[in-house]
């Protein structure tokens, strides 16, 4: 946006960036029965390399067509993604009826020098009722770095299927020293319906 | 500041922060063989008073000279030097490794403080080959505060030197009234290798 007075540029596009904060918001995806969510550097102005030393992405009311555990990946360097990971999953649970409250380690979400997908939650979001959703956030620490692993940390909290609400902890590391440059989003099964994903930078200086 | 035209105010001073971030950078500190990073407020540029209700330090891809030592902060008031204020906390972390024989999520006494002014640990050992390293966010809650005590957490993952993945929880508080002025950051014993801590004031 620039603002004009009687032709006369006086303030361009940017012009205001640098009191705005150190949050920078660069994509916005938003869901429509998607099989995945992608946001790969370069391509449709998305940034993601040494712009930025961490990078938050941000679920909004994910919702999922089948009953099934919301997954990212990452690309280190081919098209595919599968970068080797370690990781660690933890969650809190309690039920609608007010029974079952946990707090519990759960392998099942968890990688050991995995290159498959990376479950966020550690149990299955459900689809059944058109009010169900997840939201909350992956933190990506320095992906570009080409000597260190990159690691990251999720916290997400969704309308599990029994019905309770599910409190995940999963965070670890891609074990690999080449830079990440991609990073998917979906669904165990079937397609992300609806939601949004917001990727932000936060500003280096 | 104001954009006028024609002696009418187009957009005035503030209107444009309603759509800013809440982040302001502060400072960034970036090791190289260092024995610590500190923020100093009013010392280069550093601001760690009440102009800020929270402060973040963002403490990225850490690399310790010295294997299995951990990440460790503590803090000091007016001009002292000591870093040795009392603070009482909680620690839990989950674990697993490479190789698939350890996952865990406990609590870690050992890692915890009660009323002791030791430097506070932000994980485990910290693995010092190449690539090894870990991230961590430190908040600190109205450092400035003569009535509170000041409340701070942290989160963040650990490459630990055992090969695997660490995902570690704190929070606690630094039980002075006393306005908080500076932080200090260093590895149990040994120097930060490297690594970057960005200071951010939240408002």
Known sequence: MAILSNAVEIAD???FSVGLGSMVLIKT???SSSGTLSFVHGASSVVFDSTYPIYKFVFSNIHPASTSYFQVNFRDGSTA?????TSTSFGAIHAEDNSTPSLAYVAGSDLAEGTGVQRLTTGELNSGNADDSLSGHLHVFNPSSTTFVKHFISNVNYSNNSPASENSYIAGYCNVTAAIDAVQFSMSSGNIDSGLIKLYGIKDS | MAVISNTTTIIDAGAITSGSGAMTLIKTLTASSSANLQFLN???NVVFDGTYKEYQFHCISIHPESDGEPLTFQVDTGTNTNFNIATTNTFFRARHNEGDTISSLAYVASYDQAEGTAFIRMNGGVGNAADECCSMILTIHEPASSTFVKHYTFTGNNYQDNSGSENLFSAGYFN?????T?????????????????????S
Not at chain 1, 81 to 85: E, I
């Open chain 2, 182 to 202: 500076r932080i200090q950051f260093k590895m149990g014993s040994g120097n930060i290798d490297s690594g970057t801590i960005k200071m951010y004031g939240i």
């Open chain 1, 81 to 85: 993604y599968d970068a080797t990971k």
């Open chain 1, 13 to 15: 596009a940017g012009a």
């Open chain 1, 29 to 31: 995806l938003t869901a």
């Open chain 2, 176 to 180: 002075t009234t006393t306005a908080l």
């Open chain 2, 42 to 44: 009013g010392t280069s």
